[in-house]
């Protein structure tokens, strides 16, 4: 869920940015067609405030010392981007998006920038199903993939890379997991 500010942008993308153009919001009729257009396999550019790495540095190093770049453009996948409310100024917006999306970039696609962030889910993880009084242990943390004990010396070369892991799998070794999916984990 965002929050998108139609009356500016800025040069990060968010409200941490200096204001470097303002302009009249559009009307709910034009938004819900700027809407319709972002809607699906997208290519924006990613925002200059940014981890991605341009020329060996990260962006947003670059864009703090005031160097201007011209950033990349990503195909991004947009499964569902939908107001919740609308003043006229800011749009909330439940957005639903693909690995590797930029909310921000999305933001200024519409004019604006984004005041506020809220992910709500990832991959099989919501929001409301979290329980502060529950922390599970690691090992116990994906229940959907399937466990796969292994000994002390493959728990080592999991970690060492010398044995690389099935995909969707948790290997455990004792209580610990020691990787997902071929990714090691300790």
């Not at 940015?17 to 550019?45: S, W």
């Not at 020329?55 to 990503?74: D, I, K, N, T």
């Not at 690995?99 to 933001?107: D, K």
């Not at 200024?108 to 920038?113: Q, R, T, V």
Request: hydrophobic share 40%; glycine share 10%.
């Amino acid at each position: 869920m965002t929050d998108i500010d139609l009356a500016s942008r800025t040069s990060t993308g968010d409200p941490e940015g200096e204001v470097v153009g303002e302009q009249e919001p559009p009307a709910r009729e034009e938004l819900a067609a700027r809407l319709e257009g972002l809607r699906g396999e997208v290519e924006l550019p990613i925002p200059a405030a940014s981890a991605v790495k341009v020329g060996g540095e990260r962006a947003y190093r670059l864009a703090r010392r005031g160097v201007q770049v011209e950033m990349p453009l990503r195909r991004m996948r947009v499964h569902a981007l939908n107001v919740i409310t609308y003043n006229g100024q800011v749009a909330t917006l439940d957005v639903h998006v693909g690995s590797g999306t930029y909310v921000r970039a999305i933001a200024d696609a519409l004019g604006g920038h984004c005041r506020t962030l809220r992910r709500t889910k990832v991959g099989p993880f919501r929001v409301e199903d979290a329980d502060p009084e529950r922390i599970l242990p690691p090992a116990e943390a994906l229940p959907f993939l399937p466990a796969v004990a292994v000994t002390e010396e493959e728990a080592r070369r999991l970690r060492t890379g010398q044995q690389r892991g099935e995909e969707g799998v948790r290997y455990i070794q004792g209580d610990e997991l020691v990787a997902v999916g071929g990714t090691v984990l300790a």
